[in-house]
């Protein structure tokens, strides 16, 4: 890890740990199928933090930009060996580059009146035929290219459940915004093409509360591509956006062994036709879904996945999910974020109040630690 601190010339370079010892740790909370197993003692403390104590030990404020597998971890979840948090003794910033610290008064965001929103959420995964022409033909449609999933492969594949915790997610964000300054995206209208309409005119903030999908989900399902230009492009860069997205309305069509609704989308909108869009008048996108901030790592090169996309269409910050997220809890959470982010904090500050406020009410990290936001 090279560590720069204020007035240094070069950075310092410190040892942290073999690769294999961190995956081996990621494997077996996988495995167990509870995540939050990683973060119950202070082993990710004493394998990737110890070794910078000295370093940083009266640093206030730290920006951290992961690499490899440290894409994975939720540092607002590292326990110290005295059973604290890292952000009770550091502040925490997430950057996708060491570049990025150069823009710290553009990313430090007030959440004035001047701020737009659009919000998704309480989406109906089984909207109809009629319902989804109908929602479709309202829009000015910015057709970006969408990949076809074989229907025959997706028949008996398990269906999306309706979150009935998004929609009230939504409504009470909403509430939060003046008339004029929002928009809400409900039921059978959040659909792809709805998401799509945004590109070249988005508000300030997008927010979508849904289902979201990895390359895993994916594999687990058999799921296929049925076009065959796709099938022959295996390109780093492009077949792992195809293979992550985000869950929209009349999804289920597919799992159900129904046909695609012809001129209309599949309901499942890729990281591939995210990267596609202009969203670059967008100052913060909160992907408040399940597994969002997943994708393929690979080495020093990132995740790719929803995280490369959004910051491909021109984003400038996220707030992005780790691990499967529990429905009612992460309401909670999205309230308190802007909440406190409306009440004069920045987008930093206000998720790392929104969280401590969660922790008062639940000890496990699995309910708080789950979003990080990354510039």
């Given at each position: 890890?090279?560590?720069?601190?204020?007035?240094?010339?070069?950075?310092?370079?410190?040892?942290?740990?073999?690769?294999?010892?961190?995956?081996?740790?990621?494997?077996?909370?996988?495995?167990?199928?509870?995540?939050?197993?990683?973060?119950?003692?202070?082993?990710?403390?004493?394998?990737?933090?110890?070794?910078?104590?000295?370093?940083?030990?009266?640093?206030?404020?730290?920006?951290?930009?992961?690499?490899?597998?440290?894409?994975?971890?939720?540092?607002?979840?590292?326990?110290?060996?005295?059973?604290?948090?890292?952000?009770?003794?550091?502040?925490?910033?997430?950057?996708?580059?060491?570049?990025?610290?150069?823009?710290?008064?553009?990313?430090?965001?007030?959440?004035?009146?001047?701020?737009?929103?659009?919000?998704?959420?309480?989406?109906n995964y089984d909207a109809d035929s009629l319902s989804l022409v109908k929602a479709n033909k309202e829009l000015y449609s910015v057709r970006s290219f969408s990949p076809e999933l074989s229907a025959s492969t997706t028949s008996g594949s398990p269906e999306w459940q309706y979150m009935p915790g998004t929609k009230s997610e939504t409504d009470s964000i909403a509430n939060l915004f003046e008339t004029g300054k929002k928009e809400l995206i409900q039921g059978d209208r959040a659909t792809e093409e709805s998401f799509k309409n945004l590109s070249g005119h988005s508000p300030s903030v997008i927010h979508i509360a849904t289902h979201g999908?990895?390359?895993?989900?994916?594999?687990?399902?058999?799921?296929?591509?049925?076009?065959?230009?796709?099938?022959?492009?295996?390109?780093?860069?492009?077949?792992?956006?195809?293979?992550?997205?985000?869950?929209?309305?009349?999804?289920?069509?597919?799992?159900?062994?129904?046909?695609?609704?012809?001129?209309?989308?599949?309901?499942?909108?890729?990281?591939?036709?995210?990267?596609?869009?202009?969203?670059?008048?967008?100052?913060l996108a909160v992907l408040s879904a399940c597994k969002t901030g997943l994708g393929l790592v690979s080495g020093n090169e990132g995740v790719f996945g929803l995280q490369r996309a959004?910051?491909?269409?021109?984003?400038?910050?996220?707030?992005?999910?780790l691990w499967e997220v529990p429905d009612q809890q992460t309401s909670e959470l999205m309230y308190l974020f802007y909440l406190f982010w409306r009440n004069g904090n920045d987008q930093y500050k206000a998720l790392e109040a929104a969280q401590k406020k969660m922790r008062e009410k639940y000890d496990n990290p699995y309910y708080w630690a789950g979003f990080v936001l990354i510039e």
């Open positions: 890890a090279p560590v720069l601190r204020k007035g240094d010339a070069a950075p310092a370079y410190y040892h942290l740990f073999p690769e294999s010892d961190l995956r081996k740790l990621i494997e077996k909370a996988t495995t167990s199928g509870i995540i939050t197993d990683l973060y119950n003692s202070s082993r990710l403390y004493q394998l990737i933090w110890k070794p910078l104590e000295k370093a940083i030990e009266r640093t206030r404020r730290l920006y951290i930009a992961p690499d490899g597998l440290l894409h994975l971890v939720s540092f607002t979840a590292v326990k110290t060996e005295n059973g604290t948090f890292l952000p009770d003794r550091h502040e925490l910033r997430m950057v996708t580059s060491s570049r990025n610290i150069l823009k710290e008064n553009e990313s430090e965001i007030p959440a004035n009146d001047s701020l737009s929103i659009v919000l998704f959420g309480g989406i999908f990895s390359f895993h989900d994916m594999k687990k399902m058999n799921w296929s591509l049925g076009n065959e230009t796709l099938k022959e492009q295996h390109t780093l860069q492009v077949k792992p956006l195809l293979q992550s997205g985000l869950v929209m309305a009349g999804a289920n069509r597919l799992p159900q062994g129904k046909k695609r609704i012809e001129g209309t989308d599949d309901g499942f909108l890729t990281a591939y036709e995210i990267s596609l869009l202009d969203l670059s008048r967008s100052r959004f910051k491909m269409a021109g984003i400038k910050s996220l707030i992005i999910s």
